[in-house]
């Protein structure tokens, strides 16, 4: 188990915590690093390694003190530095005469100097970019080591305190902040007396504006951004002063007319309304006579049509019972033509052989029916129930299908004879 362990013991919400190191660590010693940290080595202000969570020897025996980058033995100015992926920090910032603001009001037409104040807060999220871009400062590269991290950034031997991290923060900022709010006054057209009004928007804007660029190029998210204020140099306010009441001015001319052009045209529009208005009565009065006069041709037309409907159902009524008297009249003469060939058989011989060559006659219209039929092939009456004949078993005599006895060889036909002839044939 290692004799010695380099591990954080301080606060999450502090954003730097160094660990003392005497360089006399022993070979066996352990680094410790938390989820919500970020290990830094660094000797003579150069960036030697960046760890990340995880538990991790001082010492291998193949790569000896691995965590220098550069081939140097004596590591006693060797600095061991926590960062906090937690910890915010809230940094005040403000334009000066190097990044002042710059443009043409848009409403004024004036060139002015804006200053503009506000806060933001910052968090780290690369803390190897972060140290890089923010805390370490230029110099000459004095490495022996091509794989040497900041080369640039060489020469210098402190962590920066809290105030000069913030210091650090804002310069590098600030100009960046200056310059995406003037291209958003230039882009949205902003007069100096509006910004006040549109204050929220624009620095919602700029967040997401600038939010992507901090983290991309310095390592760190800007978790709020607020503008607290605008303001000119005395000069330049009163001037605009003069010039926004000459514009008051004319735009209270501008608006005194607008509202006479108005009233006017109101006047005309009421006039024009009152004619319109009674072209539309006018209108109104014919489009109703019109419409009455449609209304009654309706009716006539309504009524014509009931009397011819009358008219063609009393016809039609006529000849459905001029049909039905015809009908009855053949029905009649039907049955009695039926009748008649009935009586030319004759009743003794009902069962025998008729007179006729057909063996039944249909009983509506007394038509010759053939053996087997079962419609008469004249008017299509049904046969079922007709005088029909049978063949004799024996001598194949056509007999009546009511007869017991064949009448040409005597043979039994059936038990008993039962003649069931209506005068209607049915």
Request: proline share 2%; glycine share 4%.
């Amino acid at each position: 188990m290692a004799n010695n362990i380099i591990e954080f013991k301080g606060n999450n919400q502090t954003l730097f915590y160094e660990v003392l190191l005497t360089g006399k660590e022993p070979t066996d010693t352990k680094i410790i690093v938390p989820p919500t940290h970020t290990l830094l080595f660094i000797k003579d202000g150069k960036l030697q390694n960046a760890l990340e969570e995880g538990i991790y020897e001082i010492y291998d025996k193949t790569k000896g003190f691995w965590i220098f980058k550069q081939k140097v033995k004596d590591w006693s100015s060797l600095k061991a530095v926590y960062i906090s992926k937690t910890a915010k920090v809230r940094i005040y910032w403000g334009t000066n005469e190097n990044n002042i603001i710059k443009y043409v009001d848009s409403k004024l037409g004036y060139p002015i100097d804006l200053r503009c104040f506000g806060h933001l807060e910052v968090k780290v999220l690369d803390a190897k970019k972060f140290y890089l871009e923010i805390v370490a400062s230029g110099g000459e590269d004095t490495a022996d080591d091509e794989d040497v991290e900041s080369d640039k950034y060489a020469g210098h031997n402190e962590i920066y305190s809290k105030d000069k991290l913030t210091n650090r923060i804002r310069d590098k900022v600030v100009s960046i902040i200056a310059s995406a709010i003037e291209s958003k006054i230039r882009q949205e057209k902003l007069s100096y007396f509006n910004l006040s009004s549109h204050k929220d928007q624009l620095q919602k804007q700029l967040l997401e504006d600038l939010k992507p660029v901090f983290e991309d190029d310095y390592g760190f998210s800007l978790c709020d951004f607020l503008i607290v204020n605008f303001n000119l140099s005395d000069e330049d306010e009163s001037v605009l002063k003069e010039k926004y009441k000459d514009i008051v001015r004319k735009e209270s001319q501008i608006e005194e007319y607008r509202e006479k052009r108005a009233f006017e045209q109101e006047v005309k529009k009421d006039k024009q309304t009152d004619i319109v208005e009674e072209l539309e009565f006018r209108k109104k009065i014919s489009a109703d006579e019109d419409l009455l006069y449609q209304q009654q041709k309706q009716r006539e037309r309504e009524e014509l049509e009931y009397s011819i409907k009358i008219k063609r159902e009393e016809e039609d009524r006529a000849w459905a019972r001029e049909d039905k008297k015809r009908a009855d009249e053949k029905e009649i003469e039907l049955s009695r033509q039926y009748h008649d060939t009935v009586s030319n058989v004759g009743w003794n011989n009902v069962a025998g052989q008729p007179k006729s060559a057909h063996v039944a006659f249909c009983s509506k219209c007394g038509n010759g029916l053939e053996r087997g039929d079962v419609f008469c092939a004249y008017c299509g009456e049904p046969t079922k129930n007709h005088a029909q004949m049978e063949s004799c078993p024996k001598c194949g005599h056509l007999v009546s299908i009511n007869a017991a006895f064949c009448p040409k060889c005597g043979v039994k036909i059936k038990e008993k004879i039962t003649i069931n002839i209506t005068r209607d044939g049915r």
